[in-house]
Antibody, heavy 122, light 111 residues
Framework: EVQLVESGGGLVRPGGSLRLSCEVSGFTFSIAWMSWVRQAPGKGLEWVGRVRSKADGESTEYSAPVKGRFTVSRDDSKNTVYLQMNSLKSEDTAVYFC?????????????WGQGTMVTVSS | DIVMTQTPLSSPVTLGQPASISCRSSQSLVHSNRNTYLSWLHQRPGQPPRLLIYKISDRFSGVPDRFSGSGAGTDFTLKISRVEAEDVGIYYCMQHTQFPFTFGQGTKLEI
């Protein structure tokens, strides 16, 4: 069974840091390009960033609101993708989902985790 | 950034009747490899999004055939031939042709 399980969410003060994890099982993680998408309370979906596979250089891309503050990385030995979030702001409060288009060879984001909640508040 | 604009934002529907959602992109979504990476996702409260349609019109595995996608370039449509109770929720179009990937605002389908 394919599973993506996020963890690491919680309450953090503005300016603080948090690292989210997404552990994957049931498919070949090492070739998957992994993305993070977030959803603020009562709002729509917002793509955050992506890391390519090691074979594709492990390069990363980010949305403008998080670039320079967030880092997506991966550990293929642990089948896990990470989202390191620094200099957190109240507007980063959201449910964070990891997702991938691995099941469809990149054609559509068919696999999603359940999400982990991040609250940035003093 | 490519802006995705959905209409309507809210759609009251009747069970058994058709429904349609439009999505317009601010730029063409045709990739240099000639694919168009336009997807439709459905989200119920408290749940992650679920892929319905990818590359404009390909139905994802397990998605009922009452769902169909169409369009080209910058104009796309999701149609539900006969709405069922389980179809309530929010529908998003999404482009992953160009970075940053972007979503429409969402269309709330309510019975």
């Amino acid at each position: 069974e394919v599973q993506l399980v996020e963890s690491g969410g919680g309450l953090v003060r503005p300016g603080g840091s948090l690292r989210l994890s997404c552990e994957v099982s049931g498919f070949t993680f090492s070739i998957a390009w992994m993305s993070w998408v977030r959803q603020a309370p009562g709002k729509g979906l917002e793509w955050v960033g992506r890391v390519r596979s090691k074979a594709d250089g492990e390069s990363t891309e980010y949305s403008a609101p998080v670039k320079g503050r967030f880092t997506v990385s991966r550990d293929d030995s642990k089948n896990t993708v990470y989202l390191q979030m620094n200099s957190l702001k109240s507007e980063d409060t959201a449910v964070y989902f990891c997702t991938t288009a691995a099941g469809l060879g990149g054609d559509g984001f068919d696999l999603w985790g359940q999400g982990t909640m991040v609250t940035v508040s003093s | 950034d490519i802006v995705m604009t959905q209409t309507p934002l809210s759609s009251p529907v009747t069970l058994g009747q058709p429904a349609s959602i439009s999505c317009r992109s601010s730029q063409s979504l045709v990739h240099s490899n000639r694919n168009t990476y336009l997807s439709w996702l459905h989200q119920r409260p408290g749940q992650p999004p679920r892929l319905l349609i990818y590359k404009i019109s390909d139905r994802f595995s397990g998605v009922p055939d009452r769902f169909s996608g169409s369009g080209a370039g910058t104009d796309f449509t999701l149609k539900i031939s006969r709405v069922e109770a389980e179809d309530v929720g929010i529908y998003y179009c999404m482009q992953h042709t160009q970075f940053p990937f972007t979503f429409g605002q969402g269309t709330k389908l309510e019975i």
